[in-house]
C-alpha cells in the first residue's frame, strides 16, 4: 500500500510540475476572468442603458405658482426618501395661460414624458396611460398634497434598531446562501473536472500510458494523475480568489451583506473546499473511466456530454431539494453520491448539526474511491492489451467501448 501511495506522489508531482510550469496554465488561468470581466462591463452597460431609458418624467402643466410648489415639495421630500424616488419633473407651461392639451406633450418623442399634470394641487388630473398613471399616481398625490400644506406636514425619523436576523426570515435569507455555495461548487467542478479526462487522452494518444503501466501499478497512475489536477484546480481557485477579492475592494469596499449560514462563516467556507474537493475526486474519477473507455477524441465527447448533463441534474435536484429541508427527497439528495456535496452545502447553510457533514465526506471519499478502482479495471480491461484497445475481433464481432460484444 505505501508502494501504491509513494509511485502515486512521484506521478502528482510530474503532472503538476508539468501543468503549472507550462505557457498554457497561464492561459489557464485568464481564461475564467476574461468571461467575468466582459459580463461585468456588459451588465453595467446595460443597467445604465435600461436606466436611462426606463427613468420616468412628469411633465408639469400647472400654473406657475402651483407648478413651483410642486417641485418645491419633491425636492423637499427626496431629502427623506431619496433622489431616486421620485421621478423627474420639468415645468412644460402655464396651464392658466396655454391652451396646449395634455395629450400633444406626450406625442412628443424627444421629451419622453410619461404623464402629464395638469388641474390644480387641490385636484390634480393625471394624463397618460393605465400603467404609467398607475406607478405616478400615489406619488404625485403625496407630493400635491405636502405642497398644498404648505410644508407643514412633518415626518418623522425613526430611530433603527437592527438586528443581524429574526426567525420571520431566517430559513428564507439562509437559503439564499445555500444556493451560493451550490452554485459555486458546481460552477468549479463543471469548469475543472473535465481537464483530468483530456489530459488521460492525451497521454493515451502518445502511449506514454503505456509506459507508466510497465513501470508503476495503475492504481498509482489514476491516483497520482486525480491529485495533481486537483491541487492545480486548488491553484486556479486561489488566484482567482486573490483578482476576485482585489477587484471587490477596489470596485466597492463595503462587503455584500450575504446571511450568516448556520454553521457559522468559518466552517462553512471549510466544508465548501471541502465538498469542491469530494465532487472533484467523484467526478475525476468518473471522467478517469470515461477516459479508459474511450481510445479517441470523438469518443470522448460522446462520452462526457451526457455525463455534464447527468452533472447539472444533479445540481439541479440537490437546489430543488434546499427547500425541503428533513423530507424523503432532501435526505435522498443527501445520500445519492453525485448530489450530496451540492445538498450538504445546503444543508450547512440552514442546520448547524455537524455530524452528518463527517458521515457525508466519508461516503463520498469511498465512493470516489470505488469510482477510481472501476476506471483502474476498466482501463486494464480495455487498454492493456495488444491489438486494438478493446475492440479485438472475437467471433465476428467487437466490443462496444470494451464492455458489449455487437455485430459488425
Not at 69 to 75: E, I, P, V
Not at 121 to 143: M, N, V, Y
Not at 300 to 305: F, G, M, R
Request: net charge positive; charged share 15%.
Amino acid at each position: 500500500m505505501s508502494e501504491t501511495f509513494r509511485a502515486a506522489f512521484v506521478i502528482a508531482r510530474r503532472d503538476f510540475i508539468a501543468i503549472v510550469y507550462s505557457k498554457a496554465f497561464i492561459f489557464f488561468l485568464l481564461g475564467p476572468l476574461l468571461p467575468v470581466l466582459v459580463g461585468f462591463a456588459a451588465g453595467n452597460l446595460g443597467e445604465q442603458m435600461a436606466r436611462d431609458v426606463s427613468r420616468p418624467s412628469v411633465a408639469v402643466a400647472l400654473t406657475t405658482a402651483d407648478a413651483d410648489k410642486l417641485l418645491a415639495a419633491r425636492a423637499a421630500l427626496s431629502k427623506t426618501f431619496g433622489d431616486g424616488y421620485f421621478a423627474d419633473m420639468k415645468i412644460v407651461g402655464d396651464g392658466a395661460a396655454e391652451q396646449i392639451r395634455p395629450q400633444e406633450y406626450l406625442r412628443k418623442k424627444a421629451d419622453n414624458f410619461s404623464v402629464v399634470v395638469t388641474g390644480t394641487l387641490a385636484k390634480p388630473i393625471i394624463t397618460g396611460t393605465a400603467s404609467s398613471i398607475e406607478r405616478q399616481r400615489a406619488d404625485i398625490e403625496l407630493l400635491a398634497g405636502y405642497a398644498s400644506s404648505g410644508g407643514s406636514v412633518q415626518l418623522p425619523t425613526a430611530t433603527p434598531d437592527i438586528v443581524a436576523e429574526s426567525a420571520n426570515n431566517d430559513k428564507q435569507l439562509r437559503t439564499i446562501t445555500g444556493q451560493i455555495g451550490q452554485a459555486l461548487i458546481f460552477f468549479l467542478t463543471t469548469l475543472l473536472a473535465g481537464m483530468v479526462l483530456s489530459n488521460l487522452v492525451e497521454e493515451k494518444s502518445n502511449k506514454i500510458i503505456e509506459i507508466l503501466a510497465a513501470s508503476i501499478p495503475m492504481e498509482s497512475v489514476f491516483l497520482g494523475k486525480l491529485v495533481a489536477m486537483l491541487a492545480m484546480a486548488l491553484v486556479g481557485i486561489t488566484m482567482w480568489s486573490i483578482i476576485g477579492l482585489i477587484g471587490f475592494v477596489a470596485i466597492d469596499p463595503n462587503v455584500p451583506s450575504i446571511p450568516t449560514p448556520a454553521v457559522g462563516w468559518p466552517t462553512f467556507v471549510a466544508l465548501c473546499f471541502t465538498y469542491f474537493i469530494m465532487a472533484y475526486m467523484m467526478f475525476g474519477a468518473l471522467f478517469l473511466g470515461i477516459g479508459a473507455m474511450a481510445s479517441t477524441v470523438r469518443e470522448v465527447q460522446t462520452i462526457s456530454t451526457p455525463v455534464t448533463m447527468a452533472q447539472m441534474v444533479n445540481f439541479f435536484f440537490a437546489a430543488y431539494a434546499l427547500t425541503k429541508t428533513g423530507e424523503p427527497i432532501e435526505i435522498f439528495a443527501a445520500v445519492f453520491p453525485f448530489s450530496s456535496p451540492f445538498a450538504m452545502i445546503g444543508r450547512a447553510a440552514l442546520e448547524p448539526t455537524l455530524w452528518h457533514h463527517g458521515v457525508a465526506i466519508i461516503g463520498q471519499l469511498l465512493f470516489a474511491v470505488l469510482l477510481l478502482r472501476l476506471g483502474v479495471y476498466l482501463f486494464k480491461k480495455n487498454v492493456m492489451k495488444s491489438g486494438n484497445a478493446g475492440r479485438a475481433e472475437d467471433g465476428g464481432k467487437r466490443k462496444l467501448w470494451g464492455l458489449m460484444k455487437i455485430s459488425r
